[in-house]
Nanobody, 115 residues
Framework: QVQLVESGGGLVQPGGSLRLSCAAS????????MGWYRQAPRKERELVAL???????HNADSVKGRFTISRDNAKNTVYLQMNSLKPEDTAVYFC?????????WGQGTQVTVSS
């Protein structure tokens, strides 16, 4: 079993930055992948970015060049650095861990981009 706790969400103006953190309850070094997803009102949950155990990353086209996912195995934490935020980035952001055949989710953190 893995517990994931997100933090770092909030209200930011367009063009601003936020850094989300996802702390896992145990070592993440062997996790297949960890990732960030988001869900806006009346929309389906979508992949934002993921990172593999070897450090390879994948970003959704909508966030390429603006968002960066990273991991700190020593702290059992994954980060999502979000720059140049747009109103359409407004959503609840969820952390995900894929461990063997299991998927674990955090409770989500709200990100609101508005002037």
């Amino acid at each position: 079993q893995v517990q994931l706790v997100e933090s770092g969400g909030g209200l930011v103006q367009p063009g601003g930055s936020l850094r989300l953190s996802c702390a896992a309850s145990r070592s993440i070094s062997s996790f297949n992948t960890m990732g960030w997803y988001r869900q806006a009102p009346r929309k389906e949950r979508e992949l934002v970015a993921l990172i593999t155990s070897s450090g390879s990353t994948h970003n959704a086209d909508s966030v390429k060049g603006r968002f960066t996912i990273s991991r700190d195995n020593a702290k059992n934490t994954v980060y999502l650095q979000m720059n140049s935020l747009k109103p359409e980035d407004t959503a609840v952001y969820f952390c995900n861990a894929h461990v063997f055949q299991y998927n674990y989710w955090g409770q989500g953190t709200q990100v609101t981009v508005s002037s």
